[in-house]
């Protein structure tokens, strides 16, 4: 139960959301520009993982599994690779740039002084743009953000992890200013 009286049954961060609508929009706008908008080399499915990456150094079941589903359906991989692709990226065949950037997510997961001009010049030899490595950055912060939003209200989450595998073509259809899970 979550830790402030919402007066509905949604979970995660749509629970939130219908709480205080007034906040919904420009907090599933700023999703909407980093994780869909089509002006960007990166793709869909590539900023979905570095939103899932975060939220499972962050141990925010929701959203490690609402991003890692998405990511999933648009990298055409299941929930097995993306776990793999979680606990050791590293090991897994997945582009030396997007591993960089991964790796930036991390350490700004840690807190932003902890990015390296090394990770930086990594990222640059791996041919990440200045706008990748942004985004990357402003991607991790703000699910840093969205993380401890779920998680610091004590939201629930439905435990099947099946459940957001099933939601994400529909999610991935309608994005994020459309309302979900009814």
Partial sequence: ??????????????????FRPETERPLNLL???????D????SRGEREL???YVSYLNDCFFCQNVHGALAGHYLKCNTDEIDEIKNNFNSVN????????????????????HVSGEQIAVA????????EIHDTVLIAAAFCMFNRYVDGLATW???DRQFYV???PQRAEEGYLASVFK
Avoid: C, F, W, Y
């Fill in 1 to 18: 139960m979550a830790h402030i009286e919402l007066n509905n049954d949604l979970p995660g961060i749509r629970g939130l959301m219908a």
């Fill in 31 to 37: 999703a909407e520009t980093l994780l869909r908008d």
């Fill in 39 to 42: 002006n960007n080399s990166l």
């Fill in 50 to 52: 570095i939103a899932t």
């Fill in 94 to 113: 997945i582009s030396t740039k997007l591993k960089a950037l991964l790796d930036i997510a991390a350490s700004v997961q840690k807190g932003g002084k």
């Fill in 124 to 131: 640059k030899n791996a041919r990440a743009s200045d706008v």
């Fill in 157 to 159: 989450a439905p435990q």
């Fill in 166 to 168: 099933n939601r994400a």
